[in-house]
C-alpha cells in the first residue's frame, strides 16, 4: 500500500479505478552436481604384448536445497476489468524470519520502480 500511497493513489474498499491482485507462490529447488576424479591404468610391455594396469575413480556428489518465492502482482482496470498492468519477481526466501520480513519492502519496491506511475517527489 505504501508503494502506491507514494505515487498519490488512496486504498478503497470498493468502486476504485483500479484492482490489484497479489500472488505468492513458493518453491524448492534441489540441485544435485556430481564430480568424477577417473584416473585411467597405465599401459605397459611385457613378455606377451601389451598389458593393461589397472584405474582408479573417486565420485563426489553434492546436493543443495534452496526455497525460493515468488511474488506476481496485476493491476487492472477497476471499470473494464482489463488488466493494465503486471509484475513478477523472483528471490531466495530468507530462511530467518526477521530477514526475511524486513527484505519483502525493498523487493516490492524494485517491482514498483518499474510502475508506469512514478513516485510523487518528496515520497
Not at 471499470?79 to 520480513?101: F, L
Amino acid at each position: 500500500i505504501h508503494q502506491f500511497e507514494r505515487r498519490g493513489m488512496t486504498k478503497v474498499n470498493s468502486g476504485g479505478d483500479m484492482q490489484v491482485s497479489l500472488y505468492i507462490i513458493t518453491s524448492e529447488e534441489t540441485a544435485v552436481s556430481g564430480y568424477n576424479d577417473y584416473v585411467g591404468g597405465r599401459g605397459y610391455h611385457n613378455y606377451y604384448g601389451y598389458g593393461y594396469g589397472t584405474g582408479n575413480m573417486n565420485n563426489t556428489y553434492t546436493q543443495a536445497s534452496k526455497e525460493f518465492g515468488t511474488l506476481i502482482m496485476n493491476c487492472y482496470d477497476g471499470n473494464s476489468r482489463d488488466q493494465i498492468w503486471q509484475a513478477i519477481a523472483t528471490s531466495a526466501v530468507q530462511q530467518k524470519v526477521e530477514k526475511r520480513k524486513n527484505s519483502i519492502p525493498s523487493k516490492i519496491a524494485n517491482i514498483m520502480s518499474y510502475f508506469p506511475v512514478k513516485p510523487n517527489k518528496g515520497n
